[in-house]
């Protein structure tokens, strides 16, 4: 079971805005940045989101993080079908001494 | 191109052990702090191990802690986790990934490179 919570699954049609929910700890994502990745059906997880809201080169403006209190949101705006994939928060978390991953959310472009 | 590159899984039965093994190419490994990332079949990630860039700190999930050994050789530009005891929940794709480089972030959660992962297996 995860720490961070994620819904696990959330949906869109073409040009929709849709958000994915992570709630975490005062331990976790109170007090350290959160990411965000995206793994597409059969490979490898890519960075998505780092330190809370910034989007490495090459990340389309499409996809937005943010961050309150214990929380953090994952907005991706224009959905499109090839957004369709696994979506993960994580965290480091300050009494575990451990990385924390989000259980994941399957997002499904209708 | 920056690579990374695991290898050394495979079938082994309960209470076995197995070594694996990424290797870098493309950049310097010894300035990147890493860290296992596992996925079990059908399930989500799960952060295994990490390690600083001397490997002198690292870090274990409680699930590994004790049967898992993580070391880096930065002369050969490779990271190893040696995996005993193993348990049927082991079963997984582990991954290597290299953390980001960020010197107003040391949580070690900013993974920017990964492999393609490697299959480990526990059965009888």
């Known amino acids: 079971q995860s720490v961070l919570t994620q819904p696990p699954s959330a949906s869109g049609t073409p040009g929709q805005r849709v958000t994915i929910s992570c709630s975490g700890s005062?331990?976790?994502?109170?007090?350290?940045?959160v990411y965000w990745y995206q793994q597409l059906p059969g490979t490898a997880p890519k960075l998505l989101i780092y330190?809370?809201?910034q989007r490495p080169s090459g990340v389309p403006d499409r996809f937005s993080g943010s961050k309150s209190a214990t929380s953090a949101s994952l907005a991706i705006s224009g959905l499109r079908s090839e957004d369709e994939a696994d979506y993960y928060c994580?965290?480091?978390?300050?009494?575990?001494?451990?990385?924390?991953f989000g259980g994941g959310t399957k997002l499904t472009v209708l | 191109e920056v690579q990374l590159v695991e290898s050394g899984g495979g079938l082994v039965q309960p209470g076995g052990s197995l070594r694996l093994s990424c290797a870098g190419s493309?950049?310097?490994?010894?300035?990147?702090?890493m860290n296992w990332v596992r996925q079990a079949p059908g399930k989500g990630l799960e952060w295994v191990s990490y390690?600083?860039?001397?490997?002198?700190?690292?870090y274990y999930a409680d699930s590994v802690k004790g049967r898992f050994t993580m070391s880096r050789d930065n002369a050969k530009n490779s990271l190893y986790l040696q995996m005993n005891s193993l348990r049927a929940e082991d079963t997984a794709i582990y991954y290597c990934?290299?953390?980001?480089?960020?010197?107003?972030?040391?949580?070690?959660?900013?993974?920017?490179?990964w492999g393609k992962g490697t299959t480990v297996t526990v059965s009888s």
């Open positions: 994580a965290a480091w978390d300050d009494s575990l001494s451990a990385v924390l």
């Open positions: 390690i600083s860039s001397r490997g002198t700190i690292i």
């Open positions: 493309g950049f310097t490994l010894s300035s990147y702090e």
């Open positions: 330190k809370n809201n």
């Open positions: 990934a290299r953390v980001k480089l960020d010197y107003d972030d040391s949580s070690g959660t900013g993974m920017d490179v």
């Open positions: 005062s331990y976790n994502i109170g007090s350290n940045y």
